[in-house]
């Protein structure tokens, strides 16, 4: 059985934007871009990326913005 290999892409801003026009057909603002680049990290699958900022509209604006 071959292995499947899954390719990571950096987690940056142009990445986002990207796959949010791609999925949402709309782009995403700031504190959603900052809460997506601290969970994720880095670097992440295209899978991830595409669960994430979907995952990331439906949230309540108290659990993206952090506390000052």
């Known amino acids: 059985m071959p292995r499947v290999i899954r390719k990571t892409i950096p987690v940056s801003e ?9 999925l949402l057909g709309q782009r995403l603002v700031s504190p959603e871009v900052q809460y997506i680049q601290r ?8 899978e991830e990326l595409d ?12 659990k993206l913005v952090l506390p000052e």
Do not use: E, F
């Open 14 to 22: 142009l990445n986002l934007s990207k796959a949010a026009m791609r």
């Open 51 to 62: 669960d994430k900022v979907i995952a990331v509209r439906k949230m309540p604006w108290a």
């Open 39 to 46: 969970t994720l990290g880095v670097s992440a699958t295209q």
